[in-house]
């Protein structure tokens, strides 16, 4: 059992758990003239994390280790912030945009720390979902610009 590989994991379940939630307070509470976009894009996301959450958590649990599973845990483990309630249109998808930078950085050591302990399955899920995320943030980008 590789314990620096399961918490780079956990904190991807972390940070999804909290994206989750995120994402669906952004789909509930957007308005704006990008409404229908926004909303359809929110759901697509929320949807994502979570089977991206369940895969983790999952892939965790194979390795040995334990997935944080309550809301308090992922808080104190993410390392992105829940939102605040408050967020218009454009601040909403520069959150998630800049969320996913975050989580970008942080995948690739999970993918470094895996490399190392030679664990394929847990380096080709994190490289999956690395890949989805950066088609994510290039259109966000664009949506901003």
Known sequence: ?????????????ANWTVMYVKLH????????SN??????KFEEL????????DELAERILALGGSP?????????????????GQEKERDMVQSV???FEKMLGELQEGIELAEEAN??????????????L???????KAFLD
């Open 68 to 84: 944080v599973a309550t809301m308090k845990e992922c808080l104190e483990t993410a390392s992105i912030e829940e939102a605040t």
């Open 35 to 40: 409404f229908f976009t926004l909303h359809e």
């Open 46 to 53: 929320y949807n994502e994390a979570n089977d991206h959450i």
């Open 1 to 13: 059992m590789n314990d620096k590989l399961i918490q780079s994991v956990n904190k991807q379940v």
């Open 97 to 99: 945009c800049n969320d």
């Open 119 to 132: 664990d394929e399955a847990t380096g080709d899920m994190l490289i999956a979902v690395k890949q989805s």
């Open 25 to 32: 307070n952004y789909h509930w509470y957007i308005k704006g």
């Open 134 to 140: 950066k088609k994510h943030t290039w259109m966000f």
